[in-house]
């Protein structure tokens, strides 16, 4: 089986919907690859993290029998191609802030750099770190441990994504909101659906129409889309009856609903495009080049 030579760049997620997608606001990083001499022995390595790089070895054809994807075990090399940790894990992450999950006889744990299991395998799931705390699962129930391994937020919710900038989406039965670090619900755990906070808000979703709530969990913008993006310098594109347009966080509507498509702005440009023509607005609405 021939390898697959799958370098993944590093990026940092500002913004993910509840049901996981990632919103277009995202930085890649340059991803620096390992200098492997024999990728070819490996199903896939990624860029490093930290100074270390997952692969995969290929899996054993007799034990994969007719299935598409044969993948073996998980491991991690330094940036010469040298393993440090030997490729023995069932799953792996990538490493953040100096740890790993990584998951062995079904069940997750945390090692080092080093290799060192520093948390021990005892989860049904597991993240990466992320601001000091990992989300974890055991038996469909998520929460937060810090790096000694210590609860910081019960088990208590059906699902978890990590910490950014000290607020994590949450889900408890089919609704969503987003928690702090002490687990108090900042956007009340009623939404259909939410993401995380840009330009101090957040945008929640419930029956099929959209709004925006703040960090102290008033909704400032009414449920009352029919779709929206989040707000970027200020605005944010918005759509009613088949047309967008762009409000500011107050609500008011700035530049009026008659486009057929926008894109949110960046430089103070958007582009947008009506009657079949695209084009370039700035923050008024006027038409610039």
Known sequence: ?????????????????????????????????????????????????EGLAQVISLGEIAKCGNDDVCIGKFGFVDKNGKVIIP???????????????VKKDDNYGFLDKTGKVVIPFIYDDASGFSEGLASIAKKHKYGFI???????????????????DGFAIVRQ???????????????????????GFFDGLAKVQQNDKFGYVNKVGELVVPIQY??????????????KNGKW???????????????????????????????????NINTTGKIVD
């Open 87 to 101: 490729l023995q894990y069932d799953d792996a992450g990538h490493f953040s802030e100096g740890l790993v999950s």
């Open 146 to 164: 810090d790096k000694t391994g210590k609860i910081v937020l019960p088990l208590q919710y059906d699902y978890a994504y990590g910490f950014f």
């Open 245 to 279: 347009g762009f409000i500011d966080k107050a609500g008011k509507t700035v530049i009026p609903l008659q486009y057929d498509e926008v894109n949110s702005f960046s430089d103070g440009i958007a582009n947008v495009k009506k009657d079949g023509q695209a084009f």
């Open 226 to 239: 029919d779709n929206a993006y989040v707000f970027s310098e200020g605005l944010a594109g918005v759509q």
């Open 173 to 195: 039965g089919n609704v969503w909101g987003i928690v702090d670090k002490t687990g108090k619900a900042i956007v009340p755990i009623q939404y259909d659906d939410v993401l």
């Open 1 to 49: 089986m021939k390898a697959k030579k799958l370098y993944l760049a590093s990026m940092v997620y500002l913004g993910l919907t509840a049901c996981g997608t990632l919103t277009t606001t995202q930085h890649a990083t340059a991803c620096v690859e390992p200098n492997i001499s024999n990728v070819d022995n490996y199903f896939e390595v990624s860029c490093l993290y």
